[in-house]
């Protein structure tokens, strides 16, 4: 039987990626933390797909993955920035391309301009809100963490933004049967 435990968390403080410790309440446990809580709310968005939204489970699956990669970029410390690989433990401009051409292509299939919206049209688009405003949790977090102690590279922002931006096409897309369910006042 493999053991998880290791009990060197036991004192309050936990391993970054490639070598150090820090405090658990520290800025780059809080920004890796809420990227791994993201990826999480994805995992439950995923869950709800239909067998008809194989492509939409898919891509929910590969940005998971690509959380990943920022999850592991935000838990290296600067100093060992150098060892981090792209695309594989950190974050490149290709991949936030690469999002933004899926913003598009979801959007591009609801006949609804962004707006803001009342979640809960469906259990799937409801899951995928709530993925999102994990989202933006993560990026604040990174935001904090770049002003307190700098990030090897601002690309991770930039995907957690498009990320956040990708998540909210997905749940209009979800919500795509039902767009009586999109916030706004109808005129009297």
């Known amino acids: 039987m493999v ?22 309440h520290d800025a780059r446990t809080e920004a890796y933390g809420s990227v791994d809580e993201a990826v999480s709310a994805l995992g439950v968005a995923r869950s709800l797909c239909r067998e008809n939204q194989s492509g939409l489970a898919s891509d929910l699956l590969q940005l998971q993955q690509d959380m990943f990669v920022a999850g592991a970029e935000l838990a290296t410390a600067p100093d060992a920035s150098d060892r981090l690989e792209d695309g594989i433990s950190r974050i490149t401009d ?3 391309d690469a999002m ?14 962004p707006q803001f919206v009342i979640p809960g ?4 688009s409801a899951a995928l809100d ?12 990174v935001v904090a963490l770049r002003d307190s102690q700098g990030l090897a590279s601002e690309a991770v922002l930039r995907f957690l933004n498009r990320a956040s931006d ?9 919500d795509a049967p039902n767009p009586q369910l999109f916030a706004g006042r109808k005129s009297t």
């Open 121 to 124: 049209g469906t259990e799937l």
């Open 94 to 96: 290709g991949m936030v």
């Open 166 to 174: 990708l998540v909210y096409a997905m749940a209009r897309y979800a």
């Open 100 to 113: 933004e051409a899926d913003i598009d292509r979801y959007m591009n299939q609801v006949d609804l301009p």
């Open 130 to 141: 709530v993925a999102r405003t994990a989202v933006r949790r993560a990026e604040r977090r």
């Open 3 to 24: 053991k998880i435990y290791t009990k060197k968390g036991d004192d309050g403080s936990t391993s970054l990626w490639y070598g150090g410790r820090v405090p658990k």
